[in-house]
């Protein structure tokens, strides 16, 4: 087992063109927070991004950072709160959930597209990603996509390598435009909802002009012996005070609305970003699931009826469904699986136990783009050296 | 731009040309193919029509049954293909070639089904972007992205160029409201990529497929997002003695963490150009303007406009004027997106279309004004200034050479410009045949040819509308 830390693009280029050479596989690691994710794979080399770190460019008014693929998230973020900013996709830490310290870093963000609940108004990582630097399997830097919003210059390659879990290149450097962070952020609380109502409640919301910029749905006996169903409101203050008047009127037949402000508000949100409602039991398995929100529900019921011990919540609006379900077995993989290919969508197992991700798919399965999918891994990494086999056999 | 070449017609290809009309004709019904020399005549051109070339024949697919049909008849023929929505391209992107056959989704244009609960509606490739909008608007509903020629380009085109619109500094561009295609490749399968959720699973084809430029496959249909229009929205009109406090004003507005949902930038030529058209009462003592749109309750954008006021103040504003009526608001928006035909009312005109970085607005105009200077030209001036994506009108008169010559030129100096500052050759119109030839400006051999690899996966022999978007020297296959 060797492992390098590069501490420039140049340095890794050099790396794995020499990789690249004898063939040997490569795993590319930043804060190893999101180690246990995927298919387990084994790998005699190691690149660690750490050292290739620092935020290279950030422009407040022109709303855009850059950072080195190895800069902390907590970097980031700071960076930008400090200039009252933020990152628009609010993403997921997975520290929690996988019961990992270290620091994620904001390459590994990029590499799953991890994106939190404002996904539904502002867009995935993948959305607010403008450009990238990476090195592909061959030891070549490469750019796409720019400094710049507005940007249709040739193939879009950033998107392309956005949540492709490093197997198509190592990534030296991201740049995101951010947004400005609200003046006051709250949440409206509507208790005791079944999982129907919920999402029907979610989608009357997120079909308003009011624009909630999260919503989602926990089910009773998730922290709290009554179902929660709740929706973030973000902006100027006197808005605010307009738009929960317009809540309480638009909402009045699902029930009574409660709005909580800080810690009680920004600690939900943080709970449902990061899954910590689910985290527990550690040995349980978990499913991420994105299908259409007003089909979320009764898909969730068949597994629910064939899966004894499941428990679950709801996110962007009932369109993402997170799942935990006991580990044994093929951790329900048939059941989830034959339920979402009804319903439509994906679901990826996002935690399981090491043998149960090696014996099933981890990841949706590519169906008809099987072929195409293994021609752009070619393309990048032609000796499929980069994380072979971490999302697909063969990839 | 009449300096761009074209690779040579294939001749042998020409040759066939019987056989392989004839090959079409057992694809898809008559009515669907074009042959004639006179009816083949409004395909030769896009918008871009500096550039025309009779294709070998059009066809006009009603089903992606009969897309398909046609695209394997031409792969497994060896026929270069060059998809076309509704030819409004400004980059020739759909400029077809002598030995190439033409698929139009024109005749694909019916909205197939809304879903207001999920917010997102499934739609034909040839419907128009504007009618999307159409078909959900008397619920409250609208699709996002708005490209001034909204009215006639197609969502298929849109998703070929990745469009974006007035409106994109606040609900993105294209690929950002798009959520599954329905995409047949060249061999004829048809795949669906992604669906009507967020996100799809495996590498982000729809990331990679939205702004190729037809060169992957063709789409037939979409599902795209629609969101709840807002309660009301006013356009405010911002005078500004010099450009650069326009500027300024825009980054001291996004500082203050207010993100109006359009921000346009008009200089004193393109003012005037415009207020001659569409009356739209923009101020014509100013040296700059800005279009400020606000949306949300009328306390809401009252309490946005104040704000803004303010700081406009605070850097010189000269005149401000609020929208006092639904009429005033379509005058002044009818004025910024008729701009490109305004001008086409004087003068023969070159759109460019780059984006820069925004603080470097007051040294890129400047620079602007000094090349259409040196050139002896005249320039109008239009862009969102929130993104800094510019679109210069270089003016000229097309019936002299010299000057024709002159004002591509001064359009590629333009490009060359906003990538020497970090910005690009194209923010929302795409390269097609026009900016081709300066990709190398801004990437380099390994950045392009990882970009060729990928396009060859889906196109090894370079069929699908290979005139375009890749220099014609050095490509490489998968």
Known sequence: ?395 | MSAIAFPAPDMSIIRRRPEILAGLAALVPAEALITAEDELRPYESDALTAFRKMPLAVVLPSTTEEVSAVLKFCSEAGVPVVPRGAGTSLVGGSTPQEDAVVIGVAKMSRILDIDYANRTARVQAGVTNLAITGAVQADGFFYAPDPSSQLACSIGGNIAMNSGGAHCLKYGVTTNNILGLKLVLLNGDVVEIGGDHLDMPGFDMLGLLIGSEGQLGIVTEATVRILRSAEGARPVLFGFPKPELAGEAVAAIIGAGIIPVAMEYMDKMAIAICEDFAKAGYPMDAEALLIIEVEGSEQEMDDQLVRIIEIAKRHGVTTVRESKSAMETAAIWKGRKSAFGATGKIADYICMDGTIPTGQLPHVLKRIDELVTHYGLRVANVFHAGDGNLHPLVLYDINDPVERQKAEDCGLDILRLCVEVGGCLTGEHGVGVEKRDLMTVQFNKADLDQQMRVRSVFDPAWLLNPAKVFPLEGRVAA
């Open chain 1, 1 to 395: 087992m060797t492992l390098f830390t590069p501490t420039s693009e140049t340095e890794a280029a050099q790396i794995v063109a020499d990789l690249a050479l004898t063939g040997k596989p490569v795993t590319i690691q930043g804060g190893a927070t999101r180690a246990g994710f995927g298919r387990p794979i084994q790998t005699e080399a190691t690149i660690s991004t750490r050292a290739i770190s620092g935020i290279t460019l950030h422009e407040p008014a022109e709303l855009v950072i850059a950072a080195r693929g190895g800069t902390s998230v907590a970097e980031v973020e700071a960076v930008l709160a400090a200039k009252n900013q933020m990152l628009p996709f609010e993403p997921m830490d997975h520290r929690t959930l996988f019961g990992t310290s270290g620091e994620p870093t904001i390459g590994g963000v990029v590499a799953g597209n991890h994106s939190g609940p404002r996904r539904i108004q502002a867009g995935a990582c993948r959305d607010s990603l403008i450009g990238v630097r990476l090195v592909n399997g061959r030891g070549e830097a490469i750019k796409s996509g720019g400094r710049v919003m507005k940007n249709v210059t040739g193939l879009d390659l950033a998107k392309l390598v956005t949540g492709s879990w490093g197997t198509l290149g190592l990534l030296t450097e991201v740049t995101f435009k951010v947004l400005p962070r609200p003046e006051r952020s709250l949440t409206l609380l509507i208790k005791n909802l079944d999982d129907g109502r919920a999402v029907a409640a979610l989608s009357a919301a997120l079909g308003s002009p009011f624009e909630p910029t999260a919503a989602a749905h926990l089910p009773a006996g998730l922290g709290r012996p009554v179902a929660r169903t709740i929706l973030r409101l973000e902006g100027f203050s006197v808005s605010l005070e307009y738009r929960i008047a317009q809540f309480r009127a638009l909402l009045a037949s699902y029930g009574e609305i409660i709005v909580l402000e800080g810690e009680d508000s920004t600690g939900l949100w943080r709970g449902v970003r990061n899954v910590e409602f689910l985290a527990a039991p550690e040995d349980a398995a978990i499913w991420r699931i994105s299908t259409a929100p007003t089909r979320a529900p009764g898909m969730v019921a068949g597994i629910a009826a064939a899966v004894p011990g499941a428990r679950w919540f709801y996110d962007w609006g009932g369109g993402l469904v997170w799942l935990a379900v006991p580990p044994g077995g093929d951790a329900a993989a048939t059941t989830v699986r034959a339920a979402v290919a009804t319903a439509g969508g994906h679901a990826t197992l996002v935690r399981a136990p090491r043998e149960v991700r090696a014996s099933i798919d981890v990841f949706q399965p590519l169906g008809a783009l099987a072929a195409v999918t293994g021609g752009i891994k070619t393309s990048f990494d032609p000796g499929r050296i980069f994380e072979p086999g971490r999302m697909y056999a063969g990839v």
